[in-house]
């Protein structure tokens, strides 16, 4: 199934200059919502997987539903504040800004091998820092996956330490 006509673009979202890749065209179609959950499951499948660990919002909807089907927790990765418990923090810096993540202290066990899921890769500083926060947790990456990879960005660079998967490939 070629995923890419489901995936709309939108120009100067949401800063001038930056062109969106807006991914509710496709989760609203079930049978291309369904393939994509199908092949991240099948490349993972064999895998020992603790925990998914997903990014807000957009990674949450493919985190959750990974998690259930291949059978291991899920931990979101949120903004400032959004987070109930004792949680630890990183700063990153994205393709219009700078931001900052949290991830419950208690979400990683030592040990636990963690699967990132993001929606989309760009400059990866969103999951860099994420996986920093795992790994300072204790946890051990054993992936990072996207639905989409926007190569011209580089962020693969920035995760070259991980093993990548994406979907999708935008140059």
């Known amino acids: 199934m070629d995923l890419k006509k489901y995936i709309r673009s939108v120009p100067d979202f949401p800063k001038k200059g930056i062109l969106f890749k807006d991914i509710t065209t496709l989760l609203k179609d079930p049978e291309a919502f369904k393939h994509t959950i ?33 059978n291991c927790g899920f931990v979101p990765v949120r903004k400032p504040g959004k987070l109930p418990g004792e949680t630890v923090a990183l700063d990153y810096t994205l393709e219009y800004g700078t931001n900052r993540v949290e991830i419950h202290k208690d979400g990683i066990q030592q040990g636990d091998k963690v699967l990132v899921f993001d929606d989309l890769l760009a400059t990866g500083g969103t999951v860099h820092a994420t996986c920093k926060l795992v790994e ?35 140059d």
């Open 136 to 170: 300072q947790l204790g946890g051990k990456i054993i992936g990072c996956a996207f639905l989409i990879n926007l190569k011209s960005l580089s962020g693969t660079e920035k995760l070259k330490e991980y093993p990548i998967f994406s979907l999708i490939e935008y």
């Open 38 to 70: 199908d092949v991240i499951v099948k490349k993972y499948k064999g895998e020992k997987i603790d925990k998914i660990v997903s990014v807000e919002a957009r990674g949450y909807i493919f985190g959750g539903a990974l998690a259930y089907i291949l």
